[in-house]
């Protein structure tokens, strides 16, 4: 009976990676859809610049928000007790730095692996993202020095 017992644990990984790739899914597209807002500003203007930070801002409180829901996930099924902790080894984990400065127990062990892979598909979309709206922002300004 001990062999099916990673089957629940494998189901609650897989289930928060879902919601955390949805969440950032959700975040990516109002990112672009407040970037085609940004685009509308006149360029080299100190409310364009401002926008752009908050376009920053939003990459950042969508990964932010992941590392959240992960470590209330760890918090909820009793993997780690104390929030503080939880968010440290989520946020470690779900960056891929690995401190190795503790791992769950052996019964939840296999979410590691599940957050760190949430983490790298997150970063890779973000990164695609910022390259998408800064590649854009760059050939606008220079459409506009051509004029």
Excluded: C
């Amino acid at each position: 009976m001990e062999q099916w017992l990673p089957v629940w644990e494998i189901t609650i990984g897989a289930a928060a990676l879902i919601v955390s790739l949805l969440f950032h899914g959700f975040g990516m597209a109002l990112v672009q859809r407040k970037h085609r807002d940004y685009m509308r500003l006149r360029p080299f203007r100190f409310g364009r610049q401002l926008t752009f930070s908050v376009l920053i801002l939003l990459l950042i409180a969508t990964h932010l928000i992941e590392v959240l829901l992960w470590a209330a996930s760890l918090q909820a099924v009793g993997a780690i007790t104390q929030f503080r902790h939880a968010f440290y080894y989520v946020a470690v984990t779900y960056t891929t730095l690995g401190y190795a400065e503790g791992t769950l127990s052996l019964q939840w062990r296999i979410l590691a692996p599940m957050m760190a892979m949430s983490g790298v598909f997150a970063f890779g979309w973000t990164t695609s993202v910022l390259f998408a709206i800064v590649s854009e922002n760059s050939k606008a300004d220079s459409d506009l020095d051509a004029e």
